[in-house]
Nanobody, 128 residues
Framework: QVQLVESGGGLVQPGGSLRLSCTAS????????IGWFRQAPGEDRDRKGV??????????YYVDSVKGRFTISRDNAKNMVYLQMNSLKPEDTAVYYC???????????????????WGQGTQVTVSA
């Protein structure tokens, strides 16, 4: 059973940073990609991912709006996936979810190809 738990969200001022964490079961890490999606207030969850990583080669994909500001990484020994978010903007305010995929990072993020159960997410609020 896929088990993913997000943490690390909070309230931060514009220009600030946060690091989100996703705790994954060892079984989860056997999927071919893992990534982050978000849901802004009052909106449906974005069908495209924010940032995704392919398991076997570490290739990454970022949505244009976060390129140069967000970095996805993983620690296989700890079964953790991270999203380092710098230079945060008010429009980054959302609930952030991690999820797995049977595809590549690009398929996952760009086409919304995901597999598994959505967790509770972690709230990120960027406000002065």
């Amino acid at each position: 059973q896929v088990q993913l738990v997000e943490s690390g969200g909070g309230l931060v001022q514009p220009g600030g940073s946060l690091r989100l964490s996703c705790t994954a079961s060892a079984f989860t890490l056997n999927y071919t990609a893992i990534g982050w999606f978000r849901q802004a207030p009052g909106e449906d969850r974005d069908r495209k991912g924010v940032s995704c990583m392919t398991h076997w080669d570490g290739s990454t994909y970022y949505v244009d709006s976060v390129k140069g500001r967000f970095t996805i990484s993983r620690d296989n020994a700890k079964n953790m996936v991270y999203l380092q978010m710098n230079s945060l903007k008010p429009e980054d305010t959302a609930v952030y979810y991690c999820i797995t995929s049977p595809g590549t990072a690009q398929l996952m993020c760009n086409m919304g190809l995901v597999f598994g159960h959505w967790g509770q997410g972690t709230q990120v609020t960027v406000s002065a």
